[in-house]
């Protein structure tokens, strides 16, 4: 053979072509090409759309191994729960049983002393269901505002309660939606009841969303841990509502009265449900009316 027929051209695993900068150079002047006009024209949209849409099948194909796992972890934890949740309702009904048969005892024996006392029984009020719609703006108040207002019969002056206890009052009515004053605002009052030693006193809307049980003697029998409910004599409020608990009692031997903090017994951020009771005075009867004074004869009065 030859030396002038051999091929001397290198195989193609050793051709060089292109060299590695320069392909490097180019894909990166694509890429960012293609960015600015993507970003600008919306060139690749529908190429990616059409990208992502064959590319979904794959994508829940891969996926389907982590949900069996998923799913099956979840499954058993579910049934874990469950038999947890099942033994803790059989306890609560248990619970629950008991408390009903002792409530029905005590209806029982308060009917029979009520009775034995001849007094009438004890006041019902109407309670109408309502939602909360927004806080106030105002950032210096603690007001909500609710969707019942005078066209479903709300009153001024009704109080509103949620699962945990008092929230507020309604202190301004419109046709639709009304407002209702928290208990911790400023200019909020409320009577109590000191369910332990039964004396009565006025709570006050305090700093943050906490409340002041005011004007009381710095010798008071008030201690943290308290109990305060609503005392029922001021006309609005059903007696036994809860309303807050005593967190906290400073005295000062210089001070003539205690300063005590509460907390309330309802939560009053993030709540979305409320009730809307009748206010007491509209079943109470009206008082009665001034006897006139009896008329003077002008001649039975003697000249001096």
Known sequence: MQLGTLDRTPPPFFRQGVSALTKLLFFAALAVFLMVADGRFQLVVGARAVLATVLLPVERALLVPREILAGGRDYL?????????????????????????????????NERLRALLELRPALTVRSTAAEVLYEAADPFSRKVFIDRGENQGIVL?????NEGGVMGQVTRLYPLTAEV?????????????NTRTQQRSAAFGGPGATLELRFMAANSDVKAGDVLTTSGVDGVYPSGLPVATVASVERQAEAGFARIVLKP??????????MVLEPLSAQLPPPPAPEPAPA????SKRKP
């Open 296 to 299: 003077v004869d002008p001649r």
């Open 157 to 161: 002056g009704s109080p509103v309660i």
């Open 265 to 274: 017994a309802a939560v009053l951020d993030g709540v979305r449900h409320v």
């Open 181 to 193: 004053t928290l208990l911790t605002d400023k200019d909020a009052a409320i009577p109590v009841l």
């Open 77 to 109: 934890q579910g049934i874990a729960q469950a038999r947890a949740a099942e033994n803790a309702a059989r306890l609560e009904m248990v619970r629950q049983a008991e408390r009903v048969s002792q409530v029905a005892l005590l209806e029982r024996e």
